[in-house]
């Protein structure tokens, strides 16, 4: 599985956009990106996947470039209920079982008033 | 709300002592996995279990162990608990076949004295 690399921290203000960029050098063809949301003391929440060019849903969008070897989620207008650790994967996507999943230290973004 | 659900969700363990963690994971998931999450770290992978195997493990000892029930509910076990044990668990379900998207629950917080 591609290794992920992302900034271990980020701040900003209410009503900001935030990008948060992921650099996977090593994805291979039939990786899929995908981010997940953790608040302390709860399991990670799936935000948002794709493979190219954007995605866009009812809370972020993803921004993938032809080559794929980086990804940036963006959160608009964030709030203060956005601070939290952002997790960039890249996982298989196959008709196999083996999906574990491999974690970096993910982007602990802090959003103030 | 996820529909995946941990119990408990804290214990205090002695070391040497013995713990079950249990998880059921949402309608109709067939693979359940476990992770290992360390304070300011991200999840690390225990293994996974589709239709009651096992279905690749990481790198933790045999004394981590675990179960899965025909209802596609697990259990982890780890026996000989260490101090270096007190973690987040957490588990994750998913439906194969129908993406990358994993379902967590809020974790079980592991403390071992």
């Known amino acids: 599985l591609a290794k992920t690399t992302q900034p271990i921290s980020m701040d900003s203000y209410e009503g900001q956009e935030v990008n948060i960029t992921c650099s996977h050098n090593?994805?291979?063809?039939?990786?899929?990106i995908t981010w997940y949301q953790q608040f302390p003391s709860q399991g990670p929440r799936f935000i948002i996947q794709?493979?190219?060019?954007?995605v866009t849903n009812e809370v972020a969008s993803l921004f993938i470039p032809a080559d794929r070897k980086s990804s940036t989620l963006s959160l608009p207008r964030v709030s203060l209920s956005d601070t939290a650790v952002y997790y960039c994967?890249?996982?298989?996507?196959?008709?196999?079982?083996?999906?574990?999943?491999?974690w970096g230290l993910g982007t602990s973004l802090a959003v103030n008033p | 709300e996820t529909g995946v659900t941990q119990s408990p969700t804290h214990l205090i363990k002695t070391r040497g002592q013995q713990v079950t963690l249990r998880c059921s994971s949402q309608s109709g998931h067939n693979t359940v996995s476990w992770y290992q999450q360390a304070l300011g770290q991200g999840p690390q992978f225990i293994f996974q279990?589709?239709?009651?195997?096992?279905?690749g493990r990481g790198n933790f000892p045999p004394r981590f162990s675990g179960l899965q029930f025909p209802n596609y509910s697990s259990e982890l076990n780890v026996n000989a608990l260490e101090l270096d044990d007190s973690a987040l668990y957490l588990c994750?379900?998913?439906?194969?076949?129908?993406?990358?998207?994993?379902?967590f629950g809020q974790g079980t917080r592991l403390t071992v004295v």
């Open positions: 994750a379900s998913s439906l194969e076949g129908r993406g990358t998207e994993a379902f």
């Open positions: 090593n994805i291979a063809t039939n990786d899929y």
């Open positions: 794709g493979y190219k060019t954007k």
């Open positions: 994967l890249v996982v298989p996507y196959n008709a196999g079982n083996n999906r574990k999943l491999i």
């Open positions: 279990y589709y239709r009651e195997e096992e279905n």
